[in-house]
C-alpha cells in the first residue's frame, strides 16, 4: 500500500513564495505520474499541476501557469511543488496524487488514484 505525506504548507503574503513536497512510502509502482491539485472553500477541487514519469512532461492549471513549478525526484518517490508570486486566491488545500502507471501527464483526475491528506497554503493579502 502506498502512503503520500504532504509538508510544506502554510501561511504566507501576497507576492511571497511557498514549496510543498509530497513524499510515497511503501509499496510503490514501477511508473507513475504525479499531480498537484487544490480546493478552496465552496469550490470544486481544481488541477494546479501535473507530471510525467521522466518529469520531460508538465501540464500547468491556467492560474498558476508562469508562477508555479512542478517537479520530481524519481530516486526519493517525491514530487515538488514550488509556488512564486502567491495570491490571495491561491489560498487552497493542496493535494499531492499519484497516477499508477502513469507515462504521461494526464489532466484527468480520476487517473489519480492515490491521494495524500492535503496541506493548507493561506496567502494573506
Known amino acids: 500500500q502506498v502512503q503520500l505525506v504532504e509538508s510544506g504548507g502554510g501561511l504566507v503574503q501576497a507576492g511571497g513564495s511557498l514549496s510543498l513536497s509530497c513524499a510515497a512510502s511503501?509499496?510503490?509502482?514501477?511508473?507513475?505520474?504525479w499531480g498537484w491539485f487544490r480546493q478552496a472553500p465552496g469550490k470544486e477541487r481544481e488541477l494546479v499541476a501535473v507530471?510525467?514519469?521522466?518529469?520531460?512532461?508538465?501540464y500547468y492549471g491556467d492560474s498558476v501557469k508562469g508562477r508555479f513549478t512542478i517537479s520530481r525526484d524519481n530516486a526519493k518517490n517525491t514530487v515538488y511543488l514550488q509556488m512564486n508570486s502567491l495570491k490571495p486566491e491561491d489560498t487552497a488545500v493542496y493535494y499531492c496524487?499519484?497516477?499508477?502507471?502513469?507515462?504521461?501527464?494526464?489532466?484527468?483526475?480520476?487517473?489519480?488514484?492515490?491521494w495524500g491528506q492535503g496541506t493548507q497554503v493561506t496567502v494573506s493579502s
Open positions: 511503501g509499496r510503490t509502482f514501477s511508473t507513475y505520474a
Open positions: 507530471i510525467s514519469w521522466s518529469g520531460g512532461s508538465t
Open positions: 496524487a499519484m497516477h499508477p502507471g502513469g507515462l504521461g501527464a494526464s489532466i484527468s483526475p480520476v487517473m489519480y488514484k492515490i
